[in-house]
Nanobody, 130 residues
Framework: QAQLVESGGGLVQAGGSLRLSCAASGRTFSNFLMGWFRQAPGKEREFVATINWSIGSTYYANSVKGRFTISRDNAKNTVYLQMNSLKSEDTAVYYC???????????????????????WGQGTQVTVSS
């Protein structure tokens, strides 16, 4: 049974940094897309960043480009989201997700779409105070 467990959330002041972790277990995630999404109160879940587990290619939402970095440690089966220069609008529950292997063309078109991800973690709260 695939399992994704997030950690690292918390309360931070605007301009500060946090690093989220997503520990993956229960199956092999080779060639999966490992993504981070977030959901603020009263808003829809939105894409943040994603990385191909095997080849390391990445995509970012425009709102976080240049501030957030997604990475993975294959030996630890863990995906990270380094968040710098945090803003109050980054406040949300952050979810880790895994999407099964599909063609490169498909993922280039739909890496942002939550419905294309098959496994989800329980979420971790990030609160940025201004």
């Amino acid at each position: 049974q695939a399992q994704l467990v997030e950690s690292g959330g918390g309360l931070v002041q605007a301009g500060g940094s946090l690093r989220l972790s997503c520990a993956a277990s229960g199956r092999t995630f080779s060639n999966f897309l490992m993504g981070w999404f977030r959901q603020a109160p009263g808003k829809e879940r939105e894409f943040v960043a994603t990385i191909n587990w095997s080849i390391g290619s990445t995509y970012y939402a425009n709102s976080v480009k240049g501030r957030f970095t997604i990475s993975r440690d294959n030996a630890k089966n863990t995906v990270y989201l380094q968040m710098n220069s945090l803003k109050s609008e980054d406040t949300a529950v952050y979810y880790c997700a895994a999407g099964r292997p599909r063609t490169g063309d498909y993922w280039r078109a739909y890496y942002w779409r939550a419905s294309d991800y098959d496994y989800w973690g329980q979420g971790t709260q990030v609160t940025v105070s201004s």
